[in-house]
């Protein structure tokens, strides 16, 4: 069984830092895990994803301001936010899913497990 929570989430201003956490339970063989977001109104969208070989994958919205990694046992995994606008601003979800492919791996589909999300508000 997979729980998985979330943590880190809060207010910053226009320009600032913010780190996720996501601390996971079960089998983290061939686990790829992932962050999406979710904005009032909006889509969830997928912002990063890390297969369990470790490679990474980002949305073009937040390329070169996020970044995903992961501890040694591959129980946490965080999201590193830098330079945050307002347009960051939505709940932010951390995912996983075991066997995942090379195709749509932002896509909320490919996701089994969810956690139940933490904000993030940018002013």
């Known amino acids: 069984h997979v729980q998985l929570v979330e943590s880190g989430g809060g207010s910053v201003q226009a320009g600032g830092d913010l780190k996720l956490s996501c601390t996971t339970s079960?089998?983290?063989?061939?686990?790829?895990m992932a962050w999406f977001r979710q904005a009032p109104g909006k889509e969830r969208e997928g912002v990063a994803v890390i297969y369990s070989d470790g490679s990474v994958l980002y949305a073009e919205s937040v390329q070169g301001r996020f970044y995903i990694s992961q501890d040694v046992a591959k129980t946490t995994t965080f999201l590193q936010m830098f330079s945050l606008t307002p347009e960051d601003t939505a709940m932010y979800y951390c995912a996983a899913t075991y066997g995942l492919g090379t195709r749509d791996p932002l896509s909320r589909s490919q996701y089994n497990y969810w956690g139940q999300g933490t904000q993030v508000t940018v002013s």
């Open positions: 079960g089998a983290t063989w061939d686990r790829s």
